[in-house]
């Protein structure tokens, strides 16, 4: 059975500083593996999706790298704001058509 | 419409009643999904829709759950005899492409957008 796996729950970091969110999962057999923000009361954002064929993609100040044999995947944030203070989520698919969510790392950016 | 759209965004019902939930996806996409997300724990996948049918329903958590999608666009999802357990936020989301892996969608094509959700609350 598919597990996945947010470290940390919770990070705080100073406003500027580059961070990264990481996310593991049990099952290498994934089509792909995706990243959300949610802020609070709202409902989720997709930031980056990768395919299990990739190993990274790239949005902005947004960088998502996928290492499918070891089941880990990070999610790399340059020059945090204030703005960037939310619950980000990575999801993979697995190969039975299921789509499993981690529990999430709420983040927040201290001004 | 620009987004996914889901209604009510708010629900407060009393144990054993039945209640609907109404999803509106973005125009054009082919695939719908429904999730849910009880207080404290992740997100739970309970059903997906390619067009207007249901390959997986095994992810809905009781036969009290039902959904169905019609004209390959609204769906809606049913709770039935309310239990305080069934309360969370359902959330909806849509993708241009669904699970089809020899369509040429790529990462564009099956990125799942989501509505705001429908908060439930069961009395």
């Known amino acids: 059975k598919q597990e996945v796996t947010q470290i940390p729950a919770a990070l705080s970091v100073p406003e500027g500083e580059n961070l990264v969110l990481n996310c593991s999962f049990t099952?290498?057999?994934?089509?792909?593996l995706q990243w959300f923000r949610q802020d609070p009361g709202k409902g989720l954002t997709s930031l980056l999706l990768?395919?299990?064929?990739?190993r990274e993609q790239t949005s902005g100040r947004l960088n998502a790298s996928l290492d499918k044999s070891s089941g880990r995947s990070t999610l790399y944030i340059a020059a945090s704001q204030p703005g960037d203070s939310a619950t980000y989520l990575c999801?993979?698919?697995?190969?039975?058509?299921?789509?499993?969510f981690g529990k999430g790392t709420r983040l927040h950016i201290l001004p | 419409g620009a987004g996914v759209s889901q209604s009510p965004s708010n629900k407060v019902t009393e144990k054993g009643k039945d209640v609907e939930l109404r999803c509106d996806p973005i125009?054009?996409?082919?695939?719908l999904y429904w999730y849910r997300q009880s207080l404290g724990q992740g997100l739970e996948f309970l059903i997906y829709?390619?067009?207007?049918?249901?390959?997986?329903k095994s992810g809905l958590p009781s036969d009290r759950f039902s959904a169905e999608r019609t004209g390959g666009s609204v769906s809606t999802l049913t709770i039935q005899r309310t239990q305080q357990e069934d309360s969370a936020v359902y959330l909806c989301?849509?993708?241009?492409?669904?699970?089809?892996?020899?369509?040429?969608?790529?990462?564009?094509?099956?990125?799942?957008?989501f509505g705001p959700g429908t908060r439930l609350l069961v009395l």
């Open positions: 999801a993979v698919r697995s190969r039975d058509d299921k789509i499993i």
């Open positions: 829709f390619q067009g207007n049918s249901a390959p997986d």
């Open positions: 125009s054009g996409h082919t695939a």
């Open positions: 099952d290498s057999a994934i089509y792909n």
């Open positions: 989301a849509s993708s241009f492409y669904g699970f089809s892996p020899g369509l040429a969608g790529g990462p564009r094509g099956e990125t799942q957008y």
């Open positions: 990768i395919q299990s064929s990739q």
